[in-house]
């Protein structure tokens, strides 16, 4: 039965389980946090590849989702620009920014890297308040329009966003499958698993971690302009260093270095928050102890510990079979031996 979850199998009815949500759910509000769940896990899936795969912990991330919302913010609201026309331009922005950002911040390693990309998130929080003749400040920007109808078919109401959202996702999904199963992601991991090992192979590690640190942002901007077109107002609160840790706290609950495991953890993460929403500010106290216990027990998160499980039994059950077997000499009596005697 697990086997047979795994695999096609699996992605298959996680799909069919995704499209009948809306049809199951009693109303709009579970509609509607199942949707922004999934635009944080698009943009999970985007630090994944730097984190997981490429081994940089970049947490400016947030800021990249904020670049990506505002540009399709700015561009809509005072310059009149097509829905999809700024929304392609919000990945672009994004990725020339993280192009430059990598450049300078790749030089560094570990930690001084992820202190640097904290303080270039919070050099974007700052921008996005203080810049009023571009990003309207504290003010915000206001009446972001909804994305545009593609044919016949709008997205006026909340269950058509949801789809759209959703599409977005599987298609963001099937692109880092391919990116992360390529020449390419082997080229990432290698990285992630040692620079110098890397560097002897042959890999360039300052191209490589650009391309993934742009690939990884280019997923932020995009799901920016997704989160931007759901919620219609955008305000410096986007840009805080708090959403970044949200999305690596989903990456540390599901399991880094994996692909269902971001997922996984971005559309568990926020369904917990509005379960304990009760507590208001206490709330904290509940899901801080049993993200430690979750830490404490399952390392490598749900999926990887799962994976890593599996993993050994696998190699156990090889070691079985690979056992040497008892001779035959000394299964079969020798009967020449005792014709002799006899």
Request: hydrophobic share 50%; proline share 4%.
């Amino acid at each position: 039965m697990t086997k047979a979850l795994q695999g096609k199998t699996g992605w298959t009815l996680l799909l069919a389980l995704a499209i009948a949500f809306p049809l199951i759910t009693p109303n709009s509000y579970y509609l509607t946090v199942m949707t922004l769940a999934f635009i944080y896990a698009i943009a999970t899936l985007g630090l994944n590849l730097i984190t997981g795969y490429t081994g940089q912990l970049n947490l400016a991330h947030g800021g990249f989702m904020a670049i990506g919302a505002y540009t399709l913010g700015i561009l809509t609201v005072d310059h009149q620009v097509p829905f999809w026309a700024a929304f392609a331009l919000s990945g672009v922005v994004s990725m020339a920014i993280g192009y430059v950002v990598g450049r300078v911040s790749l030089r560094l390693k570990g930690h001084y890297f992820s202190i640097f990309t904290m303080c270039i998130g919070y050099i974007i929080y700052l921008l996005i308040e203080k810049w009023e003749s571009l990003t309207h400040g504290t003010v915000g920007l206001i009446g972001i329009p909804v994305p545009a109808a593609i044919g016949p078919v709008s997205f006026d109401s909340v269950p058509a966003q949801y789809y759209l959202v959703l599409f977005f996702l599987v298609l963001g999904t099937f692109l880092m499958h391919r990116i992360v199963s390529s020449l390419l992601g082997r080229s990432f991991m290698a990285v992630r698993n040692s620079d110098a090992l890397a560097e002897a192979l042959g890999i360039s590690l300052m191209r490589t971690k650009v391309l993934s640190f742009v690939l990884s942002v280019g997923y932020a901007g995009f799901a920016g302009a997704l989160y931007a077109g759901q919620v219609r107002f955008l305000g410096p609160d986007i840009a805080r260093t708090d959403l970044t840790f949200d999305m690596v706290m989903a990456m540390l609950v599901g399991g880094t270095g994996t692909l269902f495991g971001p997922l996984l953890g971005a559309v568990l993460v926020p369904w917990v928050t509005q379960t304990l929403q009760f507590l208001q500010d206490y709330r904290m106290l509940v899901f801080g102890p049993v993200l430690i216990l979750l830490i404490i027990f399952f390392p490598d998160g749900i999926v990887g510990s799962y994976l890593k499980k599996q993993a050994r039994k696998a190699a156990a059950a090889r070691r079985g079979k690979q056992a040497p077997q008892p001779a035959a000499s000394s299964a079969v009596p020798n009967t020449r031996a005792g014709a002799e005697n006899a």
